[in-house]
């Protein structure tokens, strides 16, 4: 409801700004580098990196330097790891659903998924976001196999510098919502976890220069927590 009294009261400025920032914000590219690789030695783990920008390394120099990369290095210690990358800027959850159907089948052991911004900035609401979330776990889970999803949270949009107030309000506010909802999504489905974006992860001293996209440093503690967690996760199975 505060959504929609927001929107009634500030939808012109909201729009005003919202057509700035996309003139005015550098658009940076997806970094140079392999999307798929084999590093480590130990148990075979095969891993899958799906989303949105944030997934395809944007505001890193190289893919050794995005999420992806330092995964493979933080997992490289324990696993065989057998990972792919397939992400693509401004991607929502309805272009990443509609993608890997068109994907050959293929199976993996763990999926990480960045996805959610691109579905706040487009005024998706609530019930279609749990929705199409509802339909990616089973997806990845029925066509792919996966046996662990780690669904990563919003950052908090409400600190980034790209964006002005109201907007960066709005938009923050709107972002711990979808949160809020992708939590409860991965709390009901057995074999998914929800993997928190907290404020300690996302300072954004460390931000890229678009002040929009995670820089190297938010990268290096996403995945340490990503591999943490699907260590701590595959140490459970049997």
């Known amino acids: 409801m505060r959504h929609l009294i927001a929107t009634l009261a500030l939808g012109p400025i909201l729009m005003a700004q919202g057509r700035h920032?996309?003139?005015?914000?550098?658009?940076?590219?997806?970094?140079?580098?392999?999307?798929?690789?084999?590093?480590?030695?130990?148990p075979l783990l095969r891993l899958l990196v799906v989303g949105d920008s944030a997934a395809a390394g944007v505001g890193a120099a190289t893919q050794d330097e995005a999420l992806s990369g330092q995964l493979a290095v933080a997992l490289?210690?324990?696993?065989?790891?057998?990972?792919?990358?397939?992400?693509?800027?401004?991607?929502?959850?309805?272009?990443?659903?509609?993608?890997?159907?068109?994907?050959?089948a293929e199976r993996f052991d763990v999926v990480v998924t960045s996805l959610g911004v691109n579905d706040v900035t487009g005024s998706r609401s609530l019930a279609t976001w749990r929705r199409q979330q509802e339909q990616l776990v089973e997806l990845l889970a029925a066509r792919f196999g996966a046996r662990l999803i780690l669904l990563?949270?919003?950052?908090p949009m409400h600190r980034f510098p790209a964006l002005p107030q109201?907007?960066?309000?709005?938009?923050?506010?709107?972002?711990?919502?979808?949160d809020r909802v992708l939590a409860e999504v991965a709390a009901r489905r057995p074999g998914c976890e929800f993997l928190a974006l907290g404020h300690e992860m996302m300072d954004t001293s460390a931000m890229a220069g678009d002040?929009?996209?995670?820089?190297?440093?938010?990268?290096?503690?996403?995945?340490?927590?990503?591999?943490?967690?699907?260590?701590?996760?595959?140490?459970?199975?049997?």
């Open 21 to 42: 920032v996309r003139r005015t914000v550098p658009e940076l590219p997806e970094p140079e580098g392999p999307r798929s690789g084999i590093a480590g030695s130990g």
């Open 76 to 104: 490289a210690p324990t696993f065989r790891l057998h990972w792919t990358l397939l992400a693509f800027t401004g991607a929502t959850t309805a272009d990443m659903l509609d993608r890997l159907r068109r994907e050959a």
């Open 152 to 155: 990563s949270g919003l950052p």
């Open 166 to 178: 109201p907007l960066r309000w709005y938009l923050g506010s709107r972002a711990r919502d979808f």
């Open 211 to 238: 002040g929009f996209h995670p820089g190297p440093p938010i990268y290096a503690l996403w995945a340490r927590a990503a591999a943490q967690r699907i260590d701590n996760c595959t140490q459970e199975k049997p």
